[in-house]
């Protein structure tokens, strides 16, 4: 890894959640790590731990290895949950229905979800990479409730065949990419469709 230096607004605060989808979490820090000026802030859930030993060979030792710090849960009075902590904004990835809730009624009660808060209240950029299948209305109207602000950006890792990828890897890393194009981060692995 080279030596970076990093201005507060390429510092990306990543939340991880229980939902399925810890591949792309760890792809993503991967990417952020290696993109020059950029560096992760990681908050987990106790539930996006449980899913990691559930979907990945990846340690959790290895996961926070990824981000330059990790931020408890319950640290309620660490710098993301303050306005004043300047940032490029938040990914959440991935995203489940529970904290999809929290941060469409504004229930901050642990650290993800008062960082999540402020990064709306900031304007600052916030990628929400929700995942849930079916999708209920309740999941619906929260989701879209919260696409109406200018500033957040819901995108479901959703599988793309038009780029014919060679394996699940691939697309894994296609789609963090994307979820990462908010922020400046123009990564190798993002394909620009270049029409057919
Ligand atoms: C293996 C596993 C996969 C899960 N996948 C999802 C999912 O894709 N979407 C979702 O909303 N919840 C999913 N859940 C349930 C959430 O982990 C659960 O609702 C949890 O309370 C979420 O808490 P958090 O938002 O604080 O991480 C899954 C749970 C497990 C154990």
Known sequence: MENKEIKTDQRIIVGATG????????????????????????ILTPAAELTLRQESDVTLEEVKGLAVRTYAIDSIGAPPASGSYPTAGMVIVPCSMHTLAG??????????????????KEGRRLVLAVRESPLSAI????????????????????????????SIDEMVKAFAARLLLPFGIKHQEHREWTGI
């Open 103 to 120: 941060i469409h009624s504004g229930f901050s009660d642990n650290l993800l979800l008062r960082a999540a808060d402020v990064t709306i």
């Open 139 to 166: 999941h619906l109207r929260n989701m879209q409730e919260l696409a109406l602000l200018s500033n957040v950006k819901i995108m479901p890792p959703m599988m793309t065949f038009y780029n014919r990828p060679d």
């Open 19 to 42: 939902a399925s989808g810890s591949p792309l979490l760890i792809e993503c820090l991967r990417q952020i790590r290696d993109t020059a000026g950029y560096e992760a802030e990681l």
